[in-house]
């Protein structure tokens, strides 16, 4: 069926350190990959999304990577800064419906 | 992106009546979804709102309990139905830009006493 799997469900690191969140997928025919952020009390926005003619995509410290084969895709945050704290949430659309289906979440903490 | 927002932010109603909440897009849109998202959870796809026809619910949602209405392009509604303490949830609406992106109004929490 229709599944998105994120790991890991929190994940504590050191401000400057990087940080690195993986989703896998069960549709092959999937091609769009959105990550959004949502801090506490906030509506999800979205921050960097990859499609499958690609296999890495950066803006600034984030970057997401494709592995079309192994159907997973990883956020990746660098030089992260307290205001990296959120919970972000990977998505992949499931072509059949032409919807998206969200993973659990990944409570991020940056430590100063 | 989109400026999106819905009506109300927040409201606490009791058992057994409906509330109705309100989603407001700034440009014409052809998708329109409703999201459920309960205390530190996940979203959850309640139905795509279509406009000109009735509303694609997804497994576990029914339209007696959860009623949508898309009248135009700009604007959609979603009724909560004889609510009871589990519907106390965030409710979001979003939309959908170019080609798959979507964006989130800013949500309505609900509690049901």
């Known amino acids: 069926g229709e599944n998105v799997e994120q790991h890991p469900s929190t994940l504590s690191v050191q401000e400057g350190d990087s940080a690195v969140i993986k989703c896998t997928y069960s549709d092959s025919a999937s091609n769009y990959f959105p990550w959004y952020k949502q801090e506490l009390g906030k509506r999800p926005q979205l921050i960097i999304d990859i499609r499958s003619n690609v296999g890495e995509k950066k803006d600034q410290r984030i970057a997401v990577t494709l592995n079309k084969t192994a159907k997973h895709f990883s956020l990746h945050i660098t030089e992260t800064q307290p205001e990296d704290s959120a919970v972000y949430f990977c998505?992949?659309?499931?072509?059949?419906?032409?919807?998206?289906?969200f993973g659990q979440g990944t409570r991020l903490t940056i430590n100063p | 992106s989109a400026v999106i927002s819905q009506k109300p932010s927040r409201d606490i109603c009791q058992r057994g009546t409906s509330l109705t909440i309100q989603c407001q897009v700034d440009s014409q849109v052809t998708m329109m979804f409703w999201y459920r998202q309960q205390p530190g959870q996940s979203l959850t796809l309640i139905a795509t709102?279509?406009?000109?026809?009735?509303?694609?619910?997804e497994s576990g949602f029914v339209i007696d309990k959860f009623p949508i209405s898309r009248p135009n392009l700009t604007f959609s509604t979603l009724t909560v139905s004889n609510m009871s303490p589990e519907d106390s949830s965030i409710y979001l609406c979003?939309?959908?830009?170019?080609?798959?992106?979507?964006?989130f109004g800013p949500g309505t929490r609900l509690t049901v006493t």
């Open positions: 998505a992949a659309i499931f072509q059949g419906a032409q919807k998206l289906v």
């Open positions: 979003s939309v959908q830009k170019g080609s798959n992106e979507q964006y």
């Open positions: 709102a279509n406009q000109g026809s009735e509303a694609t619910y």
